[in-house]
């Protein structure tokens, strides 16, 4: 990986991308840091120091203010960060499957694909405008840090609380124009590099927090177990199951075409980690909900069982729910029959299964087969966080564990490869004059 980086460097156009890369990131850091007008930033942090120190895991914000690079929290001018725009990914893929229109688009190549993103972008706006809505309700009411007396917006105004919406909302625009600005001119995916540079910036400060509370000793451990978790979901994440695939040969004219040998490459995690994050966006439902009648008997048990992340109902009810998505979200998004259809076409066939139906049932099969491990593996890593809470009592956003190890694993691999690719273009460019 080290040997790609530094080819990287030695060659002109790829040392301008990666520059450009950089460039794009520290601009997204410093909007990361920058407070949001109307914000008393020193009383923030007063509230904010007390929160992290007690694991901020425990709040309902955890996720956000995971994917956000502790922003959120800070009421920051990039808060919401890419937040809006994976929650509209999500949902318009879900809306995908059920609405034939969005589904007919999908199907038009690349000018279908264009049109989505475009109603993607519509709706991050949308989310936006909800999601900053409420996060300034909250810091205004005193909720957004409980137990804080500090008065996080001194003027109250309705003029100050509709800047602070409006300057929110179009920080996510900036953010998801600084996403394409780095698929287009960069390297990697824009999106998936901010969202992995926002988790990365949260690591130093989660290890240092260990090795302030439980020493020195804990620390080495917690980086040993760390690195072998990580060559772990390096080797998951790129294990697969390769179904062979032959095409028959056919005769245009006077000469034979067709006739090679491929494969349906089927990863053990197909699903990546949107099932954790559906996991975990169900599981703050309840909590929320808790919020409006803390009195009753029911919010009563929530609270005690499901807000802290640390108790075995929670774990179990977290571990299920992320198996359950796993094959749920596999299931809507690699289609047997489609695959099945499309290679019957084009003359393709399993060796030893007949094409159409068959076909069909055998990759539905193998695909049922592979979730299983798949789905147990991603409820595993997802649930290092919350042990290693209890066992060494490091705050929830343990970095070696969960969603943030999977994206930056996942993310890591994938610009990697990006990188490679290109060397040997160049590479082979260079051969063959």
């Known amino acids: 990986m080290l040997t790609a980086f530094v080819n990287a460097f030695k060659t002109p156009d790829l040392r301008k991308k990666l520059l450009f890369t950089l460039f794009i990131i520290a601009l997204f850091r410093v909007g990361s840091v920058l407070p949001t007008p109307g914000v008393d930033a020193a009383a923030v942090q007063r509230c904010l120091n007390p929160v992290l120190q007690g694991g901020s895991g425990n709040s309902i914000y955890g996720m956000l203010n995971l994917f956000s690079g502790g922003a959120l929290l800070q009421l920051s001018v990039f808060a919401l960060t890419i937040m809006p725009y994976i929650t509209a990914s999500i949902i318009i893929q879900l809306l995908t499957v059920v609405i034939p229109r969005l589904e007919a688009l999908k199907k038009e190549g690349h000018a279908g694909t264009t049109k989505i993103t475009q109603y993607t972008r519509y709706l991050t706006m949308g989310l936006a405008v909800l999601q900053s809505t409420t996060i300034v309700a909250l810091a205004r009411s005193g909720q957004m840090f409980p137990g804080c007396t500090e008065t996080l917006i001194p003027n109250d105004s309705i003029l100050t609380l509709v800047t602070m919406v409006i300057t929110m909302t179009a920080g996510t625009g900036v953010i998801m124009w600084f996403g394409e600005l780095i698929t287009d001119r960069g390297v990697g995916n824009g999106m998936s590099i901010l969202i992995f540079v926002s988790i990365a910036a949260a690591f130093p400060t989660s290890l240092w927090a260990i090795r302030q509370q439980q020493g020195w000793g804990i620390f080495f451990v917690v980086m040993a177990i760390g690195l072998v978790i990580m060559g772990a979901v390096i080797y998951v994440e790129q294990a697969q199951r390769r179904i062979p695939v032959q095409y028959a040969k056919k005769m245009i004219g006077r000469r034979a075409y067709g006739g090679s040998s491929t494969y349906i490459p089927l990863k053990v995690n197909q699903a990546g980690v949107i099932p954790v994050i559906f996991a975990s966006s169900l599981s703050y439902l309840p909590v929320l909900?808790?919020?409006?009648?803390?009195?009753?008997?029911?919010?009563?048990?929530?609270?005690?069982?499901?807000?802290?992340?640390?108790?075995?109902?929670?774990?179990?009810?977290?571990?299920?729910?992320?198996?359950?998505?796993?094959?749920?979200?596999?299931?809507?998004?690699?289609?047997?029959?489609?695959?099945?259809?499309?290679?019957?076409?084009?003359?393709?066939?399993?060796?030893?299964?007949?094409?159409?139906?068959?076909?069909?049932?055998?990759?539905?099969?193998?695909l049922s087969r592979i979730t299983a491990p798949g789905s147990l593996y991603l409820g595993v890593v997802s649930l290092i966080p919350l042990i290693a809470f209890v066992l060494i009592g490091a705050n929830q956003n343990f970095p070696f564990g969960g969603t943030s190890i999977l994206i930056v694993v996942g993310v890591g691999l994938d610009t990697v490869k990006q990188i490679e690719s290109q060397l040997q273009q160049r590479h082979y460019e260079g051969f063959l004059r």
């Open 289 to 366: 909900a808790a919020q409006f009648d803390p009195t009753a008997p029911w919010a009563a048990w929530v609270n005690a069982n499901i807000a802290r992340g640390s108790h075995p109902v929670y774990m179990i009810g977290f571990f299920l729910l992320i198996v359950a998505f796993t094959y749920f979200y596999v299931g809507i998004t690699f289609n047997p029959k489609d695959v099945a259809d499309n290679m019957k076409k084009h003359g393709g066939f399993i060796p030893g299964i007949r094409a159409g139906r068959p076909t069909e049932e055998y990759l539905q099969y193998v």
